[in-house]
């Protein structure tokens, strides 16, 4: 790998780091202020309420500007969502500006990777950022559930700038104050990401133009008829997974009896065996192959429904381990393979934003779901039901839409998986 690559992991890591446990920080901080039991589920499509909303505009922005300057700039606005949290704005509303910064984040991180590695390391680049990503995923939740733990809180409390008053009283907010640094540390790192040889493009005029382009990145990624297999893989994984990490604190507290400091080692468990599974698979699946693995997405959805069977701590650490493993080997040659088309067909920043406005809009839809459910009093049970059943019939549909397209669309399906086969061995 190339030297600017540990440059991008780096940031990536720390970045995501205080995503996930800011996260867990401002479900403590509504459960302090005894806000309304919807507003929970309500972080996730706030999260990627920008995500959707910019996308035609975050993509372009990224093939215009360096993507590490991009980058920087993201983890800026992270920063001033985290201020607003702290000094007294709505947490949903913060929480949606810090979604503002990783909307626009997403396109360079993952876009700049095709720009500075040739095909045949994308399945590998993109385990590495996979399982670097989840690492922190692990770790995040985990930091974010000690932060505002018994143990942690106190000290962080205690810790006072002489003759300022910060006016941070609790653990949430001093959780929240303490994710800053983090964000500061991945902004240290985006400015040592090299510039690459890929030539900038430049924005469209006017936002109209901007729109009418990327309905016709979407239109034609849709059409592709590798990339419209992997992109509804991707789209639903991710809808799925990120509403499923909120769920998981109402399903520990259900089945459990857990805390929210308790419930976020329940959560690093899951992404533990993500990580497995995404290293994995960067080790034996090529681009090629990718499709081999979309059965897997309906075993996941059975697994997600039988998760309501386990009521002891002892079946379901192994039992959440599996199900990470899985989604992990799921998501990495799939990922892959939709960057290496979206490259192909349109540029990486562009890609990566009609990638990113799929997922996101599938998480804002559940999440949604998932919050009318909550409202009307339904159990994390029944969600968690839904979800899964949500999961198995979609996956099962993508396999029969795959299967279709390699007996109506022969050729140019084996054109497509050849094409994928000489760009990785290169």
């Known amino acids: 790998m190339k030297k600017g690559f540990f440059s991008i992991m780096s940031a990536q890591f720390f970045s ?168 500061l540390i991945a902004a240290f790192f985006n400015l040592s990401i090299p510039r690459t040889q890929a030539p900038l493009q430049p924005l469209a005029h006017s936002p109209v133009e901007l729109v009418r382009d990327f309905a016709s990145c979407n239109s034609r990624l849709w059409q592709d008829k590798l990339g419209q297999i992997s992109l509804a893989t991707t789209t639903l994984f991710w809808g799925v997974s990120a509403n499923l ?26 992404a533990v065996g993500t990580a497995v599974g995404a290293v994995v698979a960067s080790i034996y699946m090529r681009l090629d192959r990718a499709t081999k693995v979309i059965p897997l997405g309906i075993l996941m959805g059975v697994l997600i429904i039988v998760l309501n069977g386990i009521t002891h701590l002892w079946a379901a650490i192994p039992f959440l381990i599996v199900l990470g493993m899985i989604g992990g080997y799921l998501v990495v040659p799939m990922n892959a393979l939709l960057q290496h088309r979206g490259h192909n067909l349109m540029g990486a920043g562009r890609s ?57 669309h022969r050729e140019e399906v084996e054109r497509l998986l050849v094409l994928a086969r000489c760009d990785e061995c290169h």
């Open 16 to 183: 995501s780091l205080a995503d996930q446990a800011l996260l867990v920080g401002a479900i403590e901080l509504l459960k302090s202020t005894a806000a309304p039991a919807w507003q929970i589920p309500a972080l996730g499509p706030m999260f990627a309420l920008f995500y959707v909303v910019l996308a035609p505009f975050v993509g372009a922005f990224a093939d215009a500007v360096p993507k590490g300057k991009v980058m920087f700039y993201s983890n800026l606005i992270k920063i001033f969502g985290c201020l607003m949290m702290l000094f007294g704005a709505h947490p949903l509303l913060a929480y949606a500006v810090v979604g503002l910064g990783a909307a626009a984040y997403s396109p360079a991180k993952y876009g700049i990777l095709t720009e500075l590695l040739p095909p045949s390391q994308l399945v590998k680049a993109n385990g590495w950022i996979e399982g670097l990503t989840i690492a922190s995923i692990i770790l995040g939740i985990l930091l974010g559930g000690q932060l505002v733990g018994p143990h942690l809180s106190p000290i962080l409390l205690s810790l006072d700038l002489p003759f300022i008053n910060t006016g941070i009283d609790t653990a949430p907010e001093a959780a929240i104050s303490s994710l800053v640094i983090l964000y």
């Open 245 to 270: 990490r909120i769920i998981v604190f109402s399903w520990a507290a259900l089945a459990l009896g857990y805390s929210t400091t308790q419930a976020s080692n329940l959560g690093g468990v899951v």
């Open 352 to 408: 990566i934003a009609v990638q990113n406005f799929n997922e996101q809009a599938c998480i804002l839809g559940l999440g949604a779901l998932y919050t009318g459910m909550t409202r009307i009093g339904l159990s994390a049970y029944i969600a968690i039901s839904i979800l899964g059943l949500i999961v198995a019939v979609t996956m099962w549909l993508v396999k029969r839409w795959h299967e279709r397209n390699c007996v109506e």
